[in-house]
């Protein structure tokens, strides 16, 4: 079975300032997805970025990018020039291709987020 | 374009009562899946529906059972309800095509607490 492991309960950082989150996943699956998602207090949870695995470049999207090191089974999401509002619960979630309709996730414990002014 | 909707948003039942969640799905998606998040926990995977057939079920008991509609709106059934039955519970929905990328579309949850 998988597993997604988030080691980092809570982390904090200045606003303007880059903060990095951990993510160890275990699988013996080759061909598989990662995603971060963020959960607001609002509790709506929505998708920050993937990451195929398949891929050797690791994703961006705007401040946010990934350090994706497969061999060692590890997926870190670095956050630049933090915002108040990205104050919030961090998942790191793996889900498998399996390539039919099966989008299962496997999500880790969280990390809380608190972003200082 | 409408987002996942989900009700109750807050309910308390007893224990050994049932209990039923729903969840509208966003606009053109077939796919709904159902998750329980504990307090302080991620998300665990309850099941998922496509085309109103369960096609993927996680580590839960039958009494926790789901329907889906043609209109593809889900619900979730929760019978002879336990005290640790009491979470969050997420509704997702993705589309054939968001689906392959992985991405979901959540909804804000109902919160059930069994007292």
């Known amino acids: 079975a998988q597993t997604v492991t988030q080691s980092q309960p809570e982390m904090s950082v200045q606003e303007a300032e880059t903060v990095t989150l951990s993510c160890t996943y275990d699988?013996?699956?080759?061909?598989?997805?990662l995603f971060w998602y963020k959960q607001p207090p609002s509790r709506q949870m929505i998708l920050v970025i993937r990451?195929?695995?398949?891929?050797?470049q690791n994703a961006t999207e705007n401040r946010f990018s990934v350090n994706f090191q497969k061999a060692a089974k590890s997926f870190s999401l670095k956050i630049s020039d933090s915002q108040l509002g990205d104050a919030a619960m961090y998942f790191c979630a793996y889900r498998r291709n399996s390539g039919g309709s099966n989008y299962k996730l496997t999500f880790g414990k969280g990390t809380l987020l608190t972003v200082n002014p | 374009e409408t987002g996942v909707t989900q009700s109750p948003t807050h309910l308390i039942k007893t224990r050994g009562q049932q209990v039923t969640l729903r969840c509208s799905s966003q606009s053109g998606h077939n796919t709904v899946s159902w998750y329980q998040q504990a307090l302080g926990q991620g998300p665990q995977f309850i099941f998922q529906y496509y085309r109103e057939e369960e096609n993927g079920r996680g580590n839960f008991p039958p009494r926790f059972s789901g329907l889906q509609f043609p209109n593809y709106s889900s619900e979730l059934n929760v019978n002879a309800l336990e005290l640790d039955d009491s979470a969050l519970y997420l509704c997702?929905?993705?589309?054939?095509?968001?689906?392959?990328?992985?991405?979901?579309?959540f909804g804000e949850g109902s919160r059930l607490t069994v007292l």
């Open positions: 997702a929905s993705s589309s054939g095509t968001s689906g392959i990328t992985g991405e979901l579309f």
């Open positions: 990451q195929e695995a398949y891929k050797q």
């Open positions: 699988t013996s699956e080759s061909d598989y997805y």
